[in-house]
Every structure is written in C-alpha cells, then in structure tokens.
C-alpha cells in the first residue's frame, strides 16, 4: 500500500489519528489568524544559548490552580470509567494492542489498526482502573502479562523501537509506518508503569526489564545530539528531528535513563527552548498544538522541580492559560469559544485529521473544539478545565458516548464526530487521575530510569514562588 502523504488536512480513514506525521509539515502550515496579542516572540531559527538560559518566568505571575471539588472527583470517575472501557475492549486480549481509534456511531466497529502509543496508555491505563475497582487485579495481571509477553515475544522492533501502527491481530506493520520514537517512549511509558504497580509479580517485572533494555538510544541518536523522530526499512532515518520544545522531554529522558543503551547527558541540553509571550505571559513553547505540553508530563512529575531552564509544570500551566486566552480572542469569529468552551488541539474535523491550535495562531481553525485540549490540562488548571468539561457535558449531549468524550465537535455547524482516539482519550484518562490523586506520576516515578534520567538532566527540588491570587 502506497504512503498516505499528509498535509493540514488529512483523511482520518487513511491516516487513523496520526498526528506526529502531520506536525512534521508544521513549518509548512499557514499561521492563518491574527497575531496581535504574541507581543514578542524568540524564533527557533535564531534561538542563542543565552535565550534558552532565560527563565521563562513571565512579566505577569502566572494562575492560581484552584483545587478540584467533590463534585468534580465524582464527574472525574465517571470519565475515566468511560475512557477505560475503550483500552480494554477495543484490544485484542491476545496481542494486547489496542486500537488507534474507534467508531462509537456503529454497533461494532471493524477496525484492525493498532498504535503503539494507544496501547502504552492503555497499560497505564490497566493500571488505574485496577487501583480504581474497574477491573479486577486478576483480570488486570492478566492483560499486562499477555500485552508484554506479546511486546517481547513477537511485536516486530528495530533495535528496540516498535513500528507506529501494527494490525491488532497480527502485529503486522501497517501502512509501512515508521518506527517512531516518540510512539515508542509513550508504550515504554506504559511497560514501566506496569511494572511497578504490579512490582511484586515477577514475569510482569522481567518482561518490563527485557522490553526497556532492548532499546538501543544511541542509535536513534544517529550521530548527533538530536534524536531522529523515526526510521524505515525503505529510506532509513526521518529528516526530522526532535530539536525543539514538544513531547520530546519523555524521548530524552528515558533514553538518559537507560542502563543498557544510555542516550549521553548533552542530549538534554541540545534541543532548543523557544520563549514565547502572549498577553503578558511567558512561557517556553512550540508552534504546534497544546497537547505538546501534556504528554511528557502525563508519566514525568515535574513539580517543585526545575532544571537549568524552566520549571516545566508551572510552564504548562502558563502555556495552558495562555491558549484559554488565545481561544477567548477568537470569539468574535467563532462566538462558541468562551471561558466555558475553549480548547484546540490536533484532533478530527469535519474535514479530517487536523493540526491546529496556538497562539500563534496554527491551522485553519473553525470554531472546533476539542475535550482532550482542557482533559489533558486538569493538573495545571483544574477549575478552569473543569469549567469546560461540565460545559460539553452539560449542553451538547452528543458529544457523549460510551467511551466519554468524542474526539471533536463544532457547535456552530452542528458536526460531532463519529471516533474516538485512544491517544487522546489516554490523555484525558491519565491527567484527570493526576488532577485526582496523582497516582501516575507516584508509580511511573517509581522507576530507576525515570529518576535517572531527571538526575542526568539536571533536575532539583525547589520550592516555588506562590502564584499570584486571580
């Protein structure tokens, strides 16, 4: 089967949620919005060494997150009860791959599409619901040693890297997909939070071990300091690279963390991080949409942490209140976007698969909205969020569906989606339990390779300063 070429827009039937190919043309993307409120802005093709020492601490202080209320840890339940019914029964039970996305408008939906990344958020996602009384611990065991044994065993790898999409069934590269690094941290993610939930059982501890040692970081890392976003048999290395701030933290991290194929520390301090402001906040970002801040720290605790650069958490809570504003300057265009409906990120559309979000302002953005875009930011700004789930919730019903939240929809043209997509339901799954109790990123820290990797990276704890009452 030929390659799906990807552009702004893509099919959704072909490319099945594929956004990492899709923000590899983001320098091709049109900024189609105005830019009247990013007040300044340090490109990333000039960004100095003394740029990305500069503390993105802002000229204004940044939130307050105002804590959840018991009312919200009861609607919290209910979605993450939601969002684990579509990692266990949208898996095959055998392999342990789980699908990349699901149509909720059907009574079966006959997809055999896999993404790795799906299925590490998924055996986190095991892991939760476990510890929540969804699925029985049996039950649970069960699936996480069947899904690794089959990640060891026969999941074909290079090097240690998986293939980005597989068939459910048989684990057979599908649409000859890359073997992608990011796709892969996200699975070894899972594999580790596994491991230390279940820390008492031997085959899930041993096969977790096998699984992460496998992967030789030194050759993603080709012959440089820049990690390669992937690899195929047919053309070797991607051209892109994970040079700028994104998910990329996760990347980085783990491969530093490795005892048996370690990534070398300087790898940390070669990517760049760009200083972006917008209406007087401050913060370290990319041009790409917001889950790029969430999804390193969906596993990573970087709270009262910071390295040289930047306290990252508090830098996703900048960065996500920034785009709340960003939304709200919309509103004259797309009178849906309030300070109870916000929210863009990659996501389905009316028109495919489509990368938007900013500021700046990135895609062509039409009045959309997207639940994983506030679900993915629970942590940072928990009342805020919250304000807008209960919103979708509340008043568009049809956005609803045995899985919680459907990917998308545009109140101002009547669409909803017809899928979901494991990658984001895994996100809105694994920060709402963050937001809650913080059991993710207490068990995934658990790990030596984590810890090791944020001590490599410079990593201390600090108090930081109290934020500014709003």
């Not at 390659?3 to 993307?29: H, N, W, Y």
């Amino acid at each position: 089967m030929k390659r799906p070429q990807f552009d702004a827009k893509i099919d959704k039937t072909k490319c099945e949620g594929s956004r990492r190919k899709l923000l590899r043309r983001m320098a091709a993307v049109a900024l189609t919005l105005p830019l009247s409120r990013l007040t300044s802005l340090a490109l990333e093709s000039s960004a100095t060494d003394e740029e990305q020492s500069s503390p993105p601490a802002g000229p204004a202080p940044y939130p307050t997150p105002i804590p959840l209320e018991p009312a919200d840890d009861a609607f919290l339940e209910a979605l993450e009860q939601a969002c684990f019914l579509f990692f266990w029964e949208q898996a095959n039970p055998t392999t342990g791959l789980i699908k990349d996305r699901s149509n909720v408008r059907v009574n079966q939906d006959s997809s055999v599409v896999a993404s790795i990344a799906s299925s590490g958020f998924g055996l986190t996602a095991i892991c939760i619901a476990e510890k929540r009384g969804f699925v029985s611990r049996a039950d649970a065991r069960r699936r996480v040693v069947m899904s690794l044994s089959y990640l060891w065993h026969k999941l074909p790898t290079h090097r240690g890297f998986y293939f980005h999409f597989a068939n459910i069934n048989t684990g057979e590269r599908v649409w000859d997909s890359e073997v992608s690094s990011v796709d892969t941290a996200i699975l070894l993610c899972g594999v580790l939070t596994c491991r230390q939930h279940f820390f008492e059982d031997r085959d899930i501890n041993e096969l977790a071990h096998a699984i992460f040692d496998r992967v030789d970081w030194t050759w993603i890392a080709e012959d440089t300091s820049i990690l390669s976003m992937g690899w195929t048999p047919e053309y070797g290395f991607i051209p892109s690279r994970w040079g700028f701030y994104s998910e990329l933290m996760m990347i980085y991290l783990l491969g530093m963390g490795s005892a048996s194929h370690p990534l070398d520390s300087q790898t940390w301090f070669a990517w760049k991080r760009t200083i972006f402001d917008y209406d007087g906040l401050r913060y370290i970002g990319s041009f790409a949409p917001l889950f790029v801040h969430q999804y390193s720290q969906a596993w990573f605790d970087f709270r009262n942490k910071k390295d040289r650069y930047a306290d990252y958490f508090q830098n996703s809570i900048i960065a996500t209140d920034a785009h709340r504003l960003f939304c709200l300057s919309l509103n004259e265009q797309f009178p849906d976007y309030s300070n109870a409906l916000w929210g863009i990120t990659a996501s389905d559309s009316a028109q495919g698969y489509v990368v938007w979000g900013g500021p700046p302002a990135v895609g062509p953005i039409n009045g959309t909205v997207v639940p994983c875009a506030a679900s993915g930011s629970l942590p940072f700004l928990p009342a805020a969020t919250m304000r807008v789930l209960r919103t979708i919730h509340d008043h568009y019903p049809k956005t609803w569906c045995r899985y919680g939240f459907v990917d998308a929809f545009n109140p101002l043209t009547d669409w909803y989606d017809t899928d979901v997509i494991g990658i984001d339901v895994g996100i809105t799954m694994l920060m709402a339990e963050n937001a809650r109790t913080g059991f993710v990123w207490e068990t995934f820290m658990k790990n030596p390779e984590a810890q090791r990797g944020m001590e490599i990276a410079g990593f201390k704890e600090y108090t930081p300063a109290a934020p500014a009452q709003q």
